[in-house]
């Protein structure tokens, strides 16, 4: 029997759904077996009031991630999204599937378990893994030393007792998990030792990656795995994280997290219009990240791989199926 090849990602944010769902489709069933281990820092809209008063590890990314890994993806992700828009209470225009793995965790008496159970009910085959089992938060340092805490206030602009107003040219320079260590989690860890490949990102660098990579373990667990390490890099630079960011810039902010671990870099070099550069850039003050200068990566241990990765409509992101092909050559040895 041909042995399955173990693909861990490690990362979560709005664009993760397309890629764990091009990963599903484009390795068929008997040749794999997925596992996507998801931060624990998200503190902002209907996820962080049912945090705050329930005192659960944050659900919505883990519900995305049930979403997109069920085996009947389209019902389950409009039952998982959709909320009751009458009711003002934190449970009534929470989305169902947040109040789902809200209410298992209290009937099976943890997080973990009642993520368990949320898995089977919907007939989830791979494995959904938080990164830490502690309550931890996240703190960003930026540029001018101002300090911000919780997640939810790093992309807001308006001041309040939180945070102040940010210079939009800004870059985050550090970032920490405040509270708790955020010991990586052992199913993690094992899930991690045993891949044949890990994928780090695409998402919010400092928001949806950075955070997995400051679990205490993380970097120690990266280095041991004998794993091929995969780091696809964001299409556009983001307001308020990685504003002024090039692509050596998310390459070294990788490694200053994770130690040297990185195999392979995925970047895209597909065209994207002017309209929607400039759309980017006026209202986002977003730009595209792209190869340079080869020359500037010299003596590197890591391959870079350009490929036209875009998915255009009205916004820029990775295309599912364009990703997961280059995943697939690379474990076939089509790329080397």
């Not at 392979?264 to 550069?277: P, T």
Request: glycine share 6%; net charge negative.
């Amino acid at each position: 029997m041909q042995k399955k090849i173990n693909i861990t990602t490690i990362w979560w944010g709005s664009g993760t759904f397309n890629v764990i769902y091009g990963l599903k489709k484009v390795f068929p069933k008997d040749e794999r077996n997925l596992a996507t281990i998801i931060a624990m820092t998200d503190s902002g809209g209907t996820t962080g009031e049912i945090r705050d008063k329930y005192g659960v590890l944050p659900p919505g990314d883990i519900r995305r991630a049930i979403c997109a890994l069920a085996r009947d993806t389209g019902i389950v992700r409009k039952l998982f999204e959709y909320k009751f828009d009458d009711e003002q209470w934190v449970i009534g225009w929470n989305k169902i599937g947040n109040i789902l793995l809200t209410a298992l965790g209290e009937i099976k008496w943890s997080f973990e378990a009642g993520l368990i159970e949320a898995c089977k009910m919907f007939d989830v085959e791979w494995k959904i893994i938080p990164v830490t089992l502690e309550d931890v938060h996240l703190w960003v340092e930026f540029e001018d030393g101002v300090k911000i805490i919780w997640e939810k206030n790093i992309d807001v602009s308006d001041k309040n007792d939180f945070e102040r107003s940010h210079n939009i040219n800004q870059n985050v320079v550090d970032a920490f998990l405040v509270w708790w260590d955020g010991t990586l989690n052992p199913k993690a860890r094992e899930a991690i030792l045993n891949s044949d490949y890990i994928i780090l990102g695409p998402g919010d660098f400092y928001t949806s990656i950075v955070p997995n990579l400051l679990s205490k373990g993380m970097k120690e667990a990266l280095a041991q795995t004998q794993a091929k390490i995969i780091y696809v890099c964001n299409i556009m630079t983001k307001k308020w994280e990685t504003t002024t960011y090039e692509l050596k810039d998310f390459i070294d902010n990788i490694e200053k997290y994770a130690w040297e671990v990185i195999d392979y870099v995925l970047v895209n070099n597909g065209h994207i219009s002017d309209e929607l550069v400039e759309k980017y850039k006026t209202e986002e003050w977003k730009k595209p990240v792209k190869l340079k200068d080869i020359k500037d990566f010299d003596r590197k241990k890591y391959t870079i791989i350009e490929r036209d990765f875009i998915n255009e409509s009205d916004v820029v992101r990775h295309d599912p199926k364009k990703l997961a092909e280059v995943i697939k050559e690379l474990s076939e040895w089509w790329i080397k």
